[in-house]
């Protein structure tokens, strides 16, 4: 997982605190090779996750690939060829994407774009108000 990308993630935790758990954040590592249970904990700690609203995931590559990819519409794999402990060769995409509580996408966030996210957290606030 990209640092930046998950600094960026605390700061939407932290932007949208008075959600409480009304607000599920998810972040995916796309090595699970590495990226144990454990290490993913040390890594949330690390970025002050709240672990009652934002969970690390891992699990088979496959299968993660498939969420990401097929689920989310967002970019992930490996440089052709590369071995399985290359942490160089993974690439993945860079947006966040927005699902309510009936599973629907409701957006995609460019997470390099600050009003972008802010317009994320914007979203989460009136999604939250509609299903609330």
């Known amino acids: 997982m990209a640092s930046s990308f998950t600094q ?4 939407v935790q932290e932007h949208t ?3 409480g758990t009304n607000l599920q954040l998810v972040s995916f ?9 454990e290490r993913l904990a040390e890594y949330g700690t690390k970025y002050k996750a709240d672990f009652t609203r934002w969970n690390f995931l891992t699990g088979d590559y ?7 990819v097929q689920g989310f519409k967002i970019s992930m794999g490996r440089e052709p060829g ?17 699902v309510d509580g009936t599973g629907e996408i409701r ?3 460019d997470s390099a774009d600050p009003e972008a996210t802010q317009k994320l957290e914007t979203d989460a606030f009136r999604i939250t108000r509609e299903e609330g």
Not at 8 to 11: H, L, S, V
Not at 62 to 68: G, S, W
Not at 82 to 98: C, M, N, R, W, Y
């Open 17 to 19: 605190a008075k959600l």
């Open 62 to 68: 496959a299968t993660l690939k498939d969420t990401i």
């Open 29 to 37: 590592s796309v090595d699970p090779a590495y990226d144990t249970p």
């Open 107 to 109: 957006g995609y966030y």
């Open 82 to 98: 590369a071995p399985e402990d290359d942490l160089l060769s993974i690439f993945h995409g860079t947006h966040f994407v927005l």
């Open 8 to 11: 960026k993630m605390a700061r």
